[in-house]
């Protein structure tokens, strides 16, 4: 070419050594010189066709580009390009002692494009970024085997239901979006990784499928389960139970960051407690996934995880949330009390909890202590700390045997003892541990009970000994008949007055995988325009398809076991119950128990009925199963209960 600038550049790699000079020269011929022209035509194009220049940059360098301050409005080629001549000026005017000239501006930085845009059609970049939920109705079938029973939750995104799986007849829980959702794939993707996890602390996933315009996932339902919300909605937790909750948690959260996984959004809706007092967790990365929360790296995961647990212990601890705003139907901090530790806002705190909860919730604890930042931390702090024991029950208050009138009954051996059940109290020194207090409590009203059935059944006897002379007029009195202190008295010798029994409590029972049913509460509140409700159902109770299940029940708790002679039970409509009393192996734990655990002693149909049982029986709990219920105004089998009384 006639460059001579070109001539140089093509003629270097002759020799090493003429390369150096010829280029000196090149450039010193161009220092003296000012060409004002430019690059030539042959160097735009050259520069235009360079290796390593696709067509998107082509597309986009064809354009006059302003913000260029070259003199010739040259295009900017790729950085692989080579030098051009007005580059080359560049690199000698930064050399010479001529006034340097102003630096070009940055251009703009080019968008990015994916390298492959027709690998993955469904590229999340190109759906949108709200969708609608879907609408489903109780009844829907879902992926041919989940049927959806009741709506927990509907946001604009996605839904929450509860459901029955119909191939291995339990419940279980549903989320439900649509597929074409920008956030679908981030759902089942961190659904299918949560079901890897098989941490039986955390509320297991059980399914994620994408099926045509639908996505869902199944979770495992806990029909015997209260979430800490609801726990707290009466008021603050015990310090042991704060202090099981937050172990637990905390243990949980940290074995799952072990394995990679974080939850991201752990509030009080997501930690469930079970009858048995173990706590699990509800929606590990699911649920961030579902609400659109930005994945954050592992140092920031650990940190939200344990900020939350944090939380979670300042709510339990003080019944109030740790922020300013009202969540979980818990009252938000005054802006005075903003970082102050649980100790702090309410009276009578764990102080050891308290400093708990303050150093893993805030990143600047009170006192200058050192904040925790991530769950293993948490987990081995709680390890040192003193372990809070439960507090003893209190033992229930015996009411002193009533004295008897000695003077008008035979003489028994010793009758003051039945009545004296007092001791002197020994000094501090000596006196018994709680332990040996309460048996020889126990021993003596043992002993007292013995004593007062002997002398009832001496007066009675002495009684019948009295009307049978009353009646023949016989002068000689017939010998005393033997009565032992186990014998019960016979049907003629009194009549039996029922007595009411106070109900302590009540609780819904269903074993067979439903969620809880309604208020129990409202079944033993002496109030009989309140109703206790089962759930509804499309068919009714049954051993065979189409039912559900073989019935639902309530369990009443009498605080103590009572001698039980009637109970009578208020429905609202025609109602079959059975009246059932736990077995001796049930009677632990008769909410866990299966109905087979139970024994049936009445059976009765209608809407106020009345089981009067044959003989009275001694137990703590009874369960009323329900084997029939009544329609609704709608169609469906719902069951009601008014009022329970129960007599001994």
Not at 114 to 127: E, G, H, M, Y
Not at 129 to 154: F, K, N, V, W
Request: glycine share 6%; net charge negative; aromatic share 4%.
């Amino acid at each position: 070419m006639a460059d001579g600038t070109k001539a140089v550049v093509d003629t270097s790699a002759a020799d090493a050594a003429t390369d150096e000079a010829a280029l000196a020269a090149a450039i010193d011929e161009l220092a003296g010189s000012e060409d004002a022209a430019g690059s030539t035509p042959a160097d735009a194009r050259e520069d235009a066709t360079a290796p390593g220049r696709t067509e998107a940059d082509e597309e986009e360098d064809g354009a006059p580009d302003t913000g260029q301050g070259s003199a010739g409005g040259e295009e900017t080629s790729e950085i692989t390009a080579p030098l051009s001549v007005q580059e080359l000026r560049a690199e000698l005017a930064a050399g010479s002692p001529r006034k340097k000239p102003a630096p070009e501006p940055a251009r703009p930085a080019r968008r990015p494009t994916d390298p492959q845009p027709t690998v993955d059609p469904r590229d999340t970049a190109t759906l949108p970024r709200t969708l609608p939920a879907p609408q489903r109705r109780s009844g829907d079938m879902i992926g041919h085997r989940y049927r959806l029973e009741e709506c927990i939750s509907q946001t604009e995104t996605f839904s929450s239901w509860r459901a029955v799986d119909e191939k291995l007849r339990r419940a279980v829980g549903v989320h439900l979006m649509a597929s074409g959702h920008q956030r679908a794939r981030k759902v089942l993707a961190a659904a299918k990784s949560a079901a890897l996890l098989g941490d039986p602390r955390f509320v297991q996933v059980l399914d994620a499928v994408h099926e045509g315009e639908l996505v869902y996932v199944v979770r495992e339902w806990l029909p015997h389960s209260s979430d800490l919300a609801r726990l707290l909605a009466n008021g603050p937790m015990e310090p042991h139970e704060a202090y099981q909750m937050v172990r637990q948690v905390a243990d949980a959260v940290a074995a799952a960051h072990r394995r990679g996984q974080a939850h991201l959004r752990l509030t009080p809706r997501c930690v469930l407690r079970t009858d048995s007092g173990q706590y699990r967790i509800n929606g590990i990365a699911v649920d961030a996934a579902l609400r659109g929360l930005p994945a954050e790296d592992a140092e920031d995961a650990q940190r939200a995880d344990t900020r939350a647990i944090g939380a979670l212990l300042f709510a339990a601890l003080t019944h109030r949330w740790p922020y300013p705003e009202d969540r979980y139907d818990l009252q938000g901090l005054p802006k005075g009390l903003q970082n102050a530790a649980p100790d702090q806002v309410r009276a009578g705190v764990h102080k050891g909890l308290s400093e708990l909860a303050a150093r893993a919730l805030f990143d600047q604890p009170p006192h200058h202590a050192e904040p925790i930042t991530t769950p293993e931390e948490l987990v081995r702090v709680i390890a040192r700390m003193p372990r809070i024991r439960q507090p003893e029950p209190e033992l229930p208050a015996f009411p002193t045997p009533p004295r008897h009138n000695t003077h008008a009954l035979p003489t028994a051996p010793n009758p003051a003892r039945v009545a004296d059940t007092s001791v002197a109290p020994l000094p501090a020194s000596s006196r018994p541990t709680s332990s040996r207090r309460a048996r020889r409590r126990l021993r003596r009203v043992v002993k007292a009970t013995a004593w007062t059935v002997a002398l009832g059944a001496i007066g009675v006897a002495s009684w019948q000994f009295v009307d049978s002379l009353r009646h023949t007029g016989s002068a000689t009195a017939s010998p005393l008949p033997s009565v032992s202190s186990s014998s019960t008295p016979s049907p003629q010798a009194s009549t039996h007055n029922p007595a009411p029994i106070t109900i302590k409590g009540a609780q819904s029972y269903n074993p067979l995988g439903e969620g809880s049913d309604g208020n129990a509460a409202k079944a033993v509140d002496n109030d009989p325009s309140t109703t206790w409700n089962t759930q509804w159902y499309n068919d009714q109770f049954g051993t065979k398809p189409p039912a559900l299940k073989s019935g639902t029940g309530l369990i009443i708790d009498l605080g103590s076991s009572q001698t039980v002679s009637s109970v009578a039970v208020q429905f609202v409509g025609e109602h079959t119950a059975e009246l059932r009393v736990p077995t001796a192996a049930a009677a632990a734990n008769p909410s866990q128990a299966r109905p087979e655990g139970f024994t049936v002693v009445g059976k009765q149909t209608g809407t106020n009925v009345e089981y009067a049982l044959d003989a009275p029986v001694t137990t703590r709990y009874l369960l009323i199963w329900l084997t029939a219920l009544p329609k609704d105004n709608v169609g469906h089998y719902v069951g009601q209960v008014a009022e329970v009384k129960v007599s001994g």
